[in-house]
């Protein structure tokens, strides 16, 4: 293939193996894929997107990604007009993030949840085999896809699938999905494209706006001069800071283009133990970073079920990527907090995110453990 193939110990950023490579991501429109789009750009990729049209108020417009990409607007439910795109950008790395991402609105849409979820990544899967350009493929899904048994120990990637709501089994489905084309139709020495999988934990950011989500619904509390009203505050989650997670899928793309056979696999991506935190201790401490009255209130009521307890064993991602998360719960919240004090001073958001990428890749410079 012609790269020099990398020793573990030596993954970081490889910087001359994006320049100028074609990079296709499913989702840019949204949070997370928002925030990779920017950081391709960075690296100097050739980036382009297919999602939807982006929500109001998101990154995707407010740090104006489009600027250094195409973005395509579409729905991954029509393969027709997804394959059309992936034919016109023949793309050579395809990060696919594109899905419906909200346990609640599961419960409210669970065909259509089921359709980008499960149909979606079938669709994104055979345009990607269509194409012939595509070397390595990462499919993101999440770390609920597994079956949750609310216990303490944490899940690794040979754990079973399942879920409790839709949402969660959607993206046990788009798991079982991906490893079904991998060993029907990518394995093996002559496999064009090497195929793989991460979950991440509960990722957390500038530029996050969507419903039903812990830190949005803070800061729209905050903007309505309202106290946030919790429905579960004693819920533990593996929160992590959003280029923790991106880091992997960067490193993990890179294993597949250098040695496709070895990594062409499901990762976990999440945060130490000391970031699975409850969600009291999330918004009490977004209350002390903000001050000026904000304020948190257990909710009453009835909800739909959520996972009380999830965490992610991320031992395979450290030992055989080099990859560890990086930024502890408060450094997160602290970015988190200098962001959105920057989009309610209406400052150059582009700036302001892409010095906080530069932040992080700086804590990047030392050397990988393996």
């Known amino acids: 293939m012609g790269e020099r193939a990398r020793a573990v110990e030596d993954m970081v950023l490889d910087r001359a193996l994006w320049r100028g490579r074609r990079v296709l991501v499913t989702g840019q429109t949204?949070?997370?894929?928002?925030?990779?789009?920017?950081?391709?750009?960075?690296?100097?990729a050739e980036v382009s997107g297919y999602a939807l049209a982006p929500e109001t108020p998101s990154l995707f417009e407010s740090a104006q990604v489009t600027r250094g990409m195409q973005s395509?607007?579409?729905?991954?439910?029509?393969?027709?007009?997804?394959?059309?795109a992936f034919a016109r950008i023949r793309p050579e790395i395809v990060v696919h993030m594109a899905a419906q991402?909200?346990?609640?609105?599961?419960?409210?849409d669970p065909v259509?949840?089921?359709?980008?979820?499960?149909?979606?990544?079938?669709?994104?899967?055979?345009?990607?085999?269509?194409?012939?350009?595509?070397?390595?493929?990462?499919n993101v899904t999440s770390d609920k896809c597994y079956e949750n048994r609310e216990s303490s120990r944490a899940y690794s990637e040979g754990d079973p699938m399942g879920g409790h709501d839709p949402y969660s089994s959607s993206k046990g489905c788009a798991e079982l999905v991906t490893a079904a084309y991998r060993r029907s139709f990518l394995s093996g020495?002559?496999?064009?494209?090497?195929?793989?999988?991460?979950?991440?934990?509960?990722?957390?950011?500038?530029?996050d706006w969507a419903p039903d989500r812990l830190?949005?619904?803070?800061?729209?509390?905050?903007?309505?001069?309202?106290?946030?009203?919790?429905?579960?505050?004693?819920?533990?989650?593996?929160?992590?800071?959003?280029?923790?997670?991106?880091?992997g899928y960067l490193l993990l793309a890179q294993a597949l283009w250098h040695r496709p056979a070895e990594f062409a696999e499901a990762w976990n991506f999440g945060p130490d133990a000391q970031s699975e935190q409850p969600v009291r201790r999330v918004v009490q401490r977004l209350v002390e970073l903000w001050g000026g009255g904000a304020a948190w209130e257990a909710g009453a009521g009835a909800h739909p079920h959520e996972a009380q307890m999830l965490?992610?064993?991320?031992?395979?991602?450290?030992?055989?990527?080099?990859?560890?998360?990086?930024m502890g719960l408060d450094a997160?919240?602290?970015?988190i907090v200098e962001w959105t004090r920057a989009w309610f001073a209406r400052e150059d958001l582009r700036r302001v995110t892409q010095g906080q990428l530069e932040s992080y890749e700086a804590s990047l410079g030392e050397r990988q453990p393996a």
Not at 30 to 44: I, Y
Not at 218 to 246: C, H, I, M, T, Y
Not at 332 to 335: C, G, S, T, V
């Open 30 to 44: 949204g949070f997370k894929g928002a925030w990779l789009c920017l950081w391709l750009q960075r690296l100097g």
């Open 72 to 84: 395509i607007q579409g729905d991954v439910r029509d393969a027709d007009a997804l394959r059309a």
């Open 311 to 326: 965490k992610l064993d991320c031992a395979k991602a450290n030992v055989r990527l080099g990859w560890r998360p990086r």
């Open 332 to 335: 997160a919240l602290e970015r």
């Open 215 to 247: 830190v949005p619904d803070f800061f729209r509390a905050v903007s309505a001069g309202k106290p946030l009203v919790v429905r579960n505050p004693d819920a533990v989650r593996p929160w992590q800071f959003v280029l923790e997670p991106l880091y």
């Open 189 to 207: 020495a002559g496999a064009a494209m090497a195929l793989a999988s991460a979950r991440a934990g509960n990722v957390i950011g500038g530029g």
């Open 112 to 138: 259509g949840t089921y359709a980008t979820n499960v149909m979606g990544t079938a669709h994104a899967l055979e345009a990607a085999r269509s194409a012939g350009s595509v070397r390595a493929f990462v």
């Open 101 to 108: 991402s909200l346990v609640r609105e599961s419960y409210s």
